[in-house]
Every structure is written in C-alpha cells, then in structure tokens.
C-alpha cells in the first residue's frame, strides 16, 4: 500500500560515495523502481531509495498513481468532410412549364414531380 511501511529497514549496507544512488539520479520514478528492484528491493535497499519502506522507491507509487488517474482525451476533430448535396425534393417549373426537380449531381429531373 502506498505510504505504508511494509518493509523494515534496518542498518543499510556501506556504500561507496561514488557507488551511492540518489533519486535524483533518475529521470523518473519508474527508472528508479527498475533499479530498486534490480539491486535487491524492497527486502534489502542499500541505497536507501524506498526510506518509507512501502516497497516503491523514490516516491514510485505517488507517480503512478498520477499516471493511473490519467485519462486520455482525444484532441477535438477540426476537420469535417463536405456535406454531401442532396436531391431537392422540391418541385421547380421551367421556363415552358415543365416541372423538374433537382439531383444529387445537380441535373435536373423532369420525371420527379
């Protein structure tokens, strides 16, 4: 659980100054949790990179928790594809009286009406 102390940390190992890990030595926390685990956490940390002792180094658990909470959204759509021109149901009468009406192409349709 994150914060709580399930690890017990008694005296660390003497590390070498040049040889110490520092949080700050990584560029995230899940780097940091890799190289926890990989030199021996949560059970023996000889850098002392989970102080809490909840078994997540540098505050890894903080983080993902922000990460898990993340949702995506979608950027808004600026696109919009180009109405379609529909056949006019509208009845129009021609210059000698003939009635027609309009396709979707844009012909005129003189057995519509």
């Known amino acids: 659980m994150l ?8 005296s660390a190992t003497t590390i070498s100054a ?3 890990k520092d949080c ?19 059970h023996n940390d000889p850098h002392n990179l989970d ?9 890894w658990g903080v983080e993902a928790k ?8 979608a950027p808004r759509a ?3 594809a180009p109405r379609r ?7 129009y009468t021609g210059p000698r009286g003939g009635t027609y ?4 192409s844009g012909n005129k349709n003189y057995d519509g009406c």
Do not use: M, V, W
């Open 51 to 59: 102080g809490d002792g909840d078994g997540l180094a540098c505050e």
């Open 18 to 20: 040049n040889l110490d």
């Open 78 to 80: 600026t696109y919009r």
């Open 66 to 73: 922000r990460l898990a909470s993340y949702t995506y959204k």
């Open 101 to 104: 009406t309009i396709t979707a």
């Open 3 to 10: 914060g709580a102390r399930r690890y017990s940390r008694g």
């Open 85 to 91: 021109a529909r056949a006019s149901q509208r009845c």
């Open 24 to 42: 700050s030595d990584f560029s995230s926390g899940a780097s940091a949790q890799r190289y926890f685990l990989a030199s021996g956490g949560p």
